[in-house]
């Protein structure tokens, strides 16, 4: 395989599957149950506000979707700037690689805490003032080149090669203003090559920086979580008709070590930051069957950094809320029922778990 899509594309095309909803489960009595059929992350948009989406038309074409395209960023400076200024760089994704898109945003550890890269940047008014000379010679003027007309694309370009291999001016959406001084500026690299080889970061989703807010265990900084808030836009890829689409959940791989639960990690001198690791075999769970299983937290500490990370839609998918519900005791009954819905998410031992039965709703950040 040439590339990693490609590789995904086979799997997919053998195995995924959808599953039609049924809520008949939930409603049976003497279940201690709850069935969500558009589940969406706390916080995020009412039902009212969110599209009806079935499995069987989830799929979004090419052209379908749309992020920041009405051109809801600044362009260009409204004020004079004459002294240096702090710009964080909002480095974007879109990810098509399953039925619904979802966005990625490149975050940099610093002191222990994840943000937006940032630097200093001084205009060129600071840099190179302009020697005039009076008629009589008598003395040197200086005039400092005006803010106005400022390039912010030519002024950040130095350190987008860092990582942007080959910036363009496209991927330039704008920037926002935090105040006078500091700035985020926004760059689309949904189809530019990225170097994270020597860069401490990843690209994490919204889940993880708006719930979660840390990223494998590790802080991300408030700030960024606050910039969505205030921006709501920045927060959701629309559709054709401008609804809003679903935004996954972050999860971590789940394999059994004799009778416990512990998080899947990469093996020693795999490249986790470029490489993935394809689809697991699923386990065999005495309720739920063969399914792929994950938890919404971290099972363990010691190894955060090696945790394989994913990205889940939660769509059609029956939660069992009562950590102390006793599954077998209660479920075993229907053990074939389950496969109504496209998973579960259940506690088991304390553990908040989602289960899939399709591999087409979920995949390796």
């Given amino acids: 395989m040439s590339s990693k899509r490609e590789l995904r594309a086979v799997l997919l095309s053998k195995f995924m599957s959808w599953i039609k909803p049924k809520d008949d489960l939930a409603k049976k009595e003497g279940h201690d149950v709850s069935y969500e059929e558009n589940a969406m992350l706390e916080g995020e ?23 920041l395209d009405d ?31 979802f966005l990625e945003f490149y975050m940099e550890k610093n002191d222990g805490v994840y943000g937006f890269p940032k630097t200093t940047i001084t205009p060129p008014s600071v840099l190179e003032p302009i020697v005039e000379v009076d008629e009589t010679n008598a003395k040197n003027t200086e005039e400092f080149h005006s803010s106005d007309g400022l390039d912010i694309y030519e002024l950040c370009t130095p350190f987008l090669t860092n990582y942007i291999l080959t910036p363009t001016r496209e991927s330039y959406k704008g920037f926002l203003e935090i105040d006078e001084n500091t700035f985020v500026v926004v760059w689309n690299c949904t189809n530019l090559e990225f170097n994270l080889e020597n860069q401490d970061g990843l690209f994490v989703i919204l889940d993880e920086i708006l719930h979660k807010d840390k ?60 490489e993935e690791s394809g689809f697991d075999s699923q386990l065999d769970h005495p309720i739920f069957g063969n399914i792929y299983l994950f938890s919404t937290d971290l099972l363990e500490t010691n190894t955060s950094q090696n945790v394989k990370r994913f990205a889940g839609f939660t ?35 304390g553990v908040e778990c989602m289960a899939f039965y399709t591999n087409g709703v979920f995949m390796e950040l």
């Avoid at 948009?45 to 992020?67: H, L």
């Fill in 45 to 67: 948009i009412t039902p009212d506000e969110m599209k009806e989406i079935e499995p069987e038309d989830a799929d979004y074409v090419v052209g379908s979707t749309s992020y």
């Fill in 71 to 101: 051109d809801p960023l600044a362009q260009e400076f409204e004020t004079k700037i004459d002294t240096p200024f702090t710009v964080h760089f909002c480095f974007y994704k879109i990810v098509d690689d399953l039925a619904t898109p």
């Fill in 215 to 274: 990223l494998l265990g590790e802080p991300i900084d408030a700030q960024v979580g606050n910039l969505f808030r205030q921006h709501e836009y920045m927060k959701f890829i629309l559709d054709k008709d401008g609804h809003p689409v679903r935004i996954p959940i972050c999860m971590y791989q789940v394999e059994k070590d004799g009778v416990d639960y512990e998080n899947s990690v990469y093996e020693e001198g795999v490249n986790w930051k470029t």
């Fill in 315 to 349: 769509q059609d998918v029956l939660y069992i809320m009562n950590k102390n519900f006793a599954l077998e005791e209660n479920l075993v009954a229907n053990k074939e029922d389950f496969r109504d819905f496209t998973g579960v998410s259940f506690y088991e031992n």
